[in-house]
């Protein structure tokens, strides 16, 4: 069983998202730069996939925008990931809402019976009751813990992706280019001169008479 060390980002952490994206300078490479301008629309396909008509559009565009101003994806594969984390963690929000939603509605449904026990003594009637009445009575959790481990294998993958590209341009960067072939730095003597020549040149001896 996977264990994970956090929850999905929080609502002071998307603060503090916001407000890096606006300090951003935005994508460095030509890649970058192209699937940037391509995020509204991606984002509007994204909403369309799985936003129901209660749900908020510019606050999922909100959202995306965030997560990309943190993770600057650069490719296409990096921008799938991206999308991934911002859907399990809306679909995750979205558990914790129809679960709190399911407790309130319970909670004045045996608001006749209750009516004098203290608001957490209410609130624990009305989790029981849900609970006897499901079929599945954790399947808030499973949801939950299901989007949550959506959400980091998706981040584990992106800093796989971004750790090896990150490599191959560093690589590009210092790649070494071919070297000339080195010119000898052996220095021809002096040529020889015709009295040099002679100068070394052992006489022969005369023929004997």
Known sequence: MHT?????????RLAANRANALKSTGPKSEIGKRNSSRNGARHEFLAGTFLIDTESRPRLAELANSFHAEFQPATFAE???VEKMVAAHWRLMRTWAVESAGIIHETRCQAGSTVNENAPTRAMLAIRAIGENERHPDLHGRHEYR??????????????LQESRRARENAEKTKISP????????????????????????PTAEPTK
């Open 147 to 160: 989007y949550d481990r959506q959400y980091y294998r998706a981040l584990e993958c992106l800093t796989r």
């Open 79 to 81: 921008e799938v990931q």
């Open 4 to 12: 994970f060390g956090r929850m999905p980002i929080s609502e002071k």
């Open 179 to 202: 070297r000339e072939p080195m010119q000898s730095t052996e220095t021809k003597g002096p040529s020889e001169t015709p009295e040099a020549t002679k100068a070394t040149t052992k």
